[in-house]
């Protein structure tokens, strides 16, 4: 029985080497309680810019979408202004919309009358042409590398008929 009388402990325990032992092991407790608590903040922080990247990301997809839907719209009403899509550059529809029609037009000369617009039909021919106007535009008949010699209208019947008239 002489080993009931021995404490768990041993016989050589120092209560003054326990106690600063004690006193250690609280002492880490508290820090690593505060470190965690520390950790989890941190943790939180950077979840919450993670998530905040991701919704900024999506917000840019969103408005690239948006703008190309606006750009799409805008080249279903203004066709002929797709060759000028670089172009095609602004923040609302409306304002797409717009450069469309004036990057639409750009690509038209500015003098052509409108069909609405019947210059002289008032006066049925009696007004001189403007001798600028004449030598801007080419004569009927002329063709680039040729002289401008007259052509021979085309007469469909009378080729049918030499056609059925020639020997075979």
């Given amino acids: 029985m002489p080993d009931a009388q021995t404490p768990p402990w041993g016989n050589d325990f120092d209560a003054e080497k326990a106690w600063t032992l004690l006193q250690n092991v609280r002492k880490d407790k508290t820090d690593l309680i505060a470190e965690k608590a520390t950790l989890v903040g941190q ?8 998530q905040a990247k991701a919704d900024e990301k999506l917000e840019d997809k969103l408005a690239a979408a948006e703008k190309s839907l606006f750009v799409e719209r805008a080249l279903r009403k203004h066709p002929e202004a797709e060759e000028f899509l670089d172009f095609l550059t602004g923040e609302t529809e409306d ?8 990057l639409a037009k750009a690509g038209k000369p500015k003098g052509d009358p409108k069909p609405d617009d019947k210059k002289g039909d008032d ?6 042409p403007n001798p600028a106007d004449l030598q801007r535009r080419p004569g009927e008949n002329l063709t680039p590398g040729h ?3 007259q052509t021979v209208a085309f007469d469909a019947k009378s080729i049918a008929s030499e056609i059925i008239s020639a020997p075979h």
Avoid: Y
């Avoid at 304002?95 to 004036?102: F, N, Q, S, V, Y």
């Fill in 95 to 102: 304002e797409i919309t717009a450069k469309a029609e004036r």
């Fill in 147 to 149: 002289g401008g010699e």
């Fill in 123 to 128: 006066k049925k021919g009696d007004e001189t």
């Fill in 43 to 50: 943790v939180a922080e950077l979840q919450t810019a993670i």
